[in-house]
């Protein structure tokens, strides 16, 4: 199946910080990426759908101006969580869907967030 | 929207018995059912997938069923080992294949 990376692995920040995470579609170009969080023992929630060259699409709830997402490239998606607070800790998993294919979504390995 | 409820939500068998995880869906427009394994610490790998014109797809020791008329679809995994161990995802996905509506998750234990 199709490769997705996400860097870094684990990030340790202090409160009022950004970080950004960056997800990449390795041997196929993603024009739709797409960003989750996930809480401990819980389900992917889905925050933002990410699409090349243009904005990025919210669900409702999450903030657009907190979770900056930019897709440049049909590779490379990021998203920059700025002034983070503890309760921005969390996981988050970022895939990408191959429009090649028939519509499977490929996940990356994910990106410990955790806020001091 | 979607609702997709996914049961149970942790399962424990023995070693090479089998493990049966349920979901179902409510949107009658969703067509394609993906199932996600998911180890500690890592994303949710896909492990079998089927659409809304098949009945049942199997890949040597996992197999998926559906049943739109029920609107539910199933994971079966035979002969489990110890690493099947991991939390499984069910999703059930719109017509747009962008949209992944996700069960709760199953936390499945083999014990040797």
């Known amino acids: 199946g199709a490769v997705v990376s996400q860097h870094p692995s684990r990030v340790i920040c202090k409160s009022g910080t950004s970080v950004k995470i960056e997800c990449r579609s390795l041997?196929?170009?993603?024009?739709?990426m797409f960003w989750y969080r996930q809480f401990p023992k819980q389900s992917l929630m889905l925050m933002a759908t990410s699409n090349e060259g243009s904005k990025a699409t919210y669900e409702q709830g999450v903030e657009k101006d907190k979770f900056l997402i930019n897709h440049a490239s049909l590779t490379l998606s990021t998203l920059t969580v700025t002034s983070a607070h503890p309760e921005d800790s969390s996981f988050y998993i970022c895939s990408a869907r191959d429009p090649q294919g028939p519509g499977e979504q490929y996940f990356g390995p994910g990106t410990r967030l955790t806020v001091t | 929207g979607e609702n997709v409820e996914q049961h149970p939500s942790t399962l424990s068998v023995q070693e090479g018995d089998s493990a049966v995880i349920k979901c179902t869906y409510s949107?009658?427009?969703?067509?394609?059912f993906p199932w996600y394994k998911q180890e500690l610490g890592k994303g949710p790998q896909l492990i079998i997938d089927i659409r809304s014109n098949v009945g049942e797809k199997k890949d040597q020791r996992i197999a998926v069923t559906l049943n739109k008329t029920a609107k539910h679809f199933s994971l079966h995994i035979t002969e489990t080992q110890p690493e099947d161990s991991a939390v499984y995802f069910c999703?059930?996905?719109?017509?747009?294949?962008?949209?992944?509506?996700f069960g709760t998750g199953t936390s499945l234990t083999v014990i040797p």
């Open positions: 949107d009658s427009a969703s067509n394609y």
């Open positions: 999703a059930a996905v719109g017509n747009t294949g962008n949209q992944f509506y």
């Open positions: 041997d196929f170009q993603a024009t739709t």
